[in-house]
């Protein structure tokens, strides 16, 4: 279960939180062999494709908090100057499944993919480094080049700057702007933006899939534009 955020529920400083817990689920799925997603097909020359996120993405809520109280006060929850910047803070997640299900074939009746999606990162806990770098591209030697990611949202950018946050821990806390990364063929890049558009996803092209001599993940930071480097053995 998820206990992460549990301390602050159980015993909140915001006296009318009528929420005292976050929420637990189960999860069964079914999948078809032929459709499994491993990144066992990733290749050097394959696009990464960012989708874009406003908001913190249900990620960094601890380190948000902290930085709110640092900056705003203890009695943050009844100050109007934050009232702004909690609900930046408060902004809903975007849902994707829908629109990587109609990829991966999922409404068909013969189950053949629109386009063959090679690898899904969910930009969650650990973010670049875990969900994307150690998960998908060092076990298989690889390294990637994202040098073209969506703005951060205010919000992020404010966290950073109020609690003195590194750029590379930003990228392990944060999805920054992009909570899924996808990679595909570079044929696809046109038509995998035309159909996340139909979803109402705002995509782009953040960068390729590389081989380098020894594998690392470069980021073109948006907070401040420095490069950020995450390597094997580093989390």
């Known amino acids: 279960g998820e206990t992460a955020e549990l301390g602050e529920f159980v015993g909140s400083d915001n006296r009318n939180a009528t929420v005292k817990y976050l929420w637990s689920a189960?999860?069964?799925?079914?999948?078809k062999e032929t459709n499994i997603i491993t990144g066992n097909e990733l290749e050097p020359g394959m696009s990464v494709m960012a989708c874009?996120?406003?908001?913190?993405?249900?990620?960094?809520?601890?380190?948000?908090?902290?930085?709110l109280k640092e900056h705003y006060g203890w009695d943050r929850y009844f100050s109007e100057p934050a009232r702004e910047s909690i609900e930046q803070a408060a902004?809903?997640?975007?849902?994707?499944?829908t629109f990587l299900n109609h990829?991966?074939?999922?409404?068909?009746?013969?189950?053949?993919?629109?386009i063959k999606v090679k690898a899904?990162?969910?930009?969650?806990?650990?973010?670049?480094q875990s969900k994307f770098a150690d998960y998908f591209l060092f076990p298989r030697g690889l390294s990637a080049d994202l040098d073209n990611l969506?703005?951060?949202?205010?919000?992020?950018k404010?966290?950073?700057?109020?609690?003195?946050?590194?750029?590379r821990e930003a990228h392990q806390v944060f999805g920054c702007g992009q909570r899924v990364l996808a990679v595909i063929n570079n044929k696809n890049e046109s038509e995998f933006c035309s159909r996340a558009n139909t979803f109402g996803i705002e995509v782009k092209k953040a960068g390729e899939i590389t081989e380098e001599k020894e594998p690392a993940l470069r980021i073109k930071s948006k907070?401040?534009?420095?490069?950020v480097f995450f390597r094997p053995g580093e989390g």
Do not use: M
């Open 26 to 31: 189960v999860a069964i799925g079914i999948y």
């Open 91 to 97: 902004v809903p997640a975007i849902l994707y499944e």
């Open 120 to 128: 899904i990162a969910h930009l969650t806990g650990g973010s670049f």
């Open 223 to 227: 907070f401040n534009g420095e490069d």
């Open 158 to 167: 404010n966290i950073v700057e109020w609690s003195g946050t590194s750029q």
């Open 52 to 67: 874009r996120e406003h908001g913190l993405g249900c990620n960094g809520n601890s380190l948000a908090r902290k930085a």
């Open 150 to 156: 969506w703005d951060p949202p205010k919000i992020a």
């Open 103 to 114: 990829l991966n074939g999922w409404g068909r009746r013969d189950f053949k993919p629109h």
